[in-house]
């Protein structure tokens, strides 16, 4: 089905999760992106604020992961290397390489990173399909 | 376990050893290519046959809409996943399950056939379906699966016959491979007649005999 307005996403999120704290998690994050159409940077726990303290970060993984996905997509994840207070975007090649290796390039200094997977944060901003609706 | 602050790949990793759909989110984000898309998706589908068998006992009665409803149930597990699964999709026909995926920009394609095993020429059929009429065997939808439901006893058996019964229909062009996932399953490749490419199926049971003696 091809998305032409709000209304279909929210019949897609009724169609795939019915009346589930998924579901209610869904619309909420898709409230809040058609508010803010030009953000760029949101983060995990500005959707855990946004849906309270109600819900499992479990359900809201699900929730953001089914956002991320190809059925609505809504939103885009990106990944970043926090070093201190420095911020670095890591392409998902870097990723995927470090994940052979077992360790990731410093995007700055070239120094093997060893535990970069506490160091690489997901973050995610609205799709252009997002920002139309 | 509890979230706070920023969400790592270690968070994420965490958190998916306590949700299996959670467990491949990470790694849907981190699809490029369409291996990445393909060694995802049976990671997937194997997960989703995992549960469904758990629940085969619901799905004894007589019923002729039963082969759709496994189907259906199958898609409506991988949109959960994030995939834009459909069911009976218009795709050069109607396929019974057709899974996109276009975070790239470009549509890695997935096509399977759903049998209930009444009989082996009916999964022939099936099988006929998915390679000759729905794929066209482009970079981009190089494989495709079939799914059994077997409620018969003997699942191995089935898919031994199976395998001997494809091998009967293609003496020289079928090349088998085990799955090394699940041993169940297996993989066939043989030449797309359209494309004049490899297009290889994974062919996928589902165990759903049900007759407990206790």
Not at chain 1, 75 to 88: N, T, W, Y
Not at chain 2, 17 to 43: H, P, Q
Not at chain 2, 61 to 84: A, W
Not at chain 2, 188 to 193: A, Q
């Amino acid at each position: 089905m091809l998305i032409m307005n709000r209304d279909d996403v929210t019949a897609m999120i009724k169609e795939d999760w019915g009346d589930s704290p998924q579901s209610h998690i869904c619309n909420l994050v898709f409230q809040y992106l058609l508010s803010r159409k030009k953000a760029k940077h949101i983060t995990y726990h500005r959707f855990k604020v946004l849906v309270g303290v109600n819900y499992l970060d479990e359900q809201i993984l699900e929730a953001i992961n089914y956002l991320c996905g190809s059925r609505v997509n809504l939103l885009s994840a990106k990944f970043e290397f926090i070093d201190g207070e420095r911020v670095f975007p890591v392409e998902v090649g870097d990723v995927k390489e470090a994940d052979s290796s077992g360790e990731l390039v410093h995007p700055e200094t070239g120094e093997l990173v060893k535990n970069y997977k506490e160091k690489v944060s997901i973050y995610f901003e609205p799709t252009d399909l997002a920002r139309r609706l | 376990m509890e979230i706070h602050g920023d969400l790592t790949i270690s968070d994420l990793e965490k958190a998916g050893l306590f949700n299996k759909y959670v467990a491949g989110f990470i790694e849907r984000l981190k699809v490029e290519t369409y291996d990445d898309f393909i060694s995802r998706l049976y990671k997937d589908i194997d997960e989703i046959i995992i549960d469904i068998q758990s629940g085969a006992r619901y799905l004894q009665n007589p019923d002729n809409k039963k082969e759709d409803r496994i189907t259906m149930e199958i898609v409506r597990l991988l949109r959960r996943s994030g995939y834009d699964a459909s069911h009976d999709t218009d795709h050069r026909g109607h396929s019974d399950l057709h899974v996109k995926s276009g975070l790239t920009g470009e549509d890695f394609i997935w096509l399977g056939e759903a049998k209930i095993h009444n009989s082996y020429d009916y999964l022939w059929e099936g099988f006929n379906q998915l390679t000759t009429r729905y794929s066209t065997g482009d970079f981009n939808q190089a494989e495709g699966g079939m799914l059994i439901y077997i409620f018969r006893k003997n699942t191995a058996s089935v898919m031994s016959k199976w395998k001997e019964h494809l091998q009967t229909k293609y003496p020289e062009d079928l090349q088998i491979e085990d799955c090394q996932r699940r041993s169940l399953s297996f993989y066939s490749s043989l030449c797309h007649e359209a494309s004049g490419l490899p297009f290889r199926v994974r062919h996928m049971p589902l165990i759903l005999y049900f007759n407990p003696q206790d």
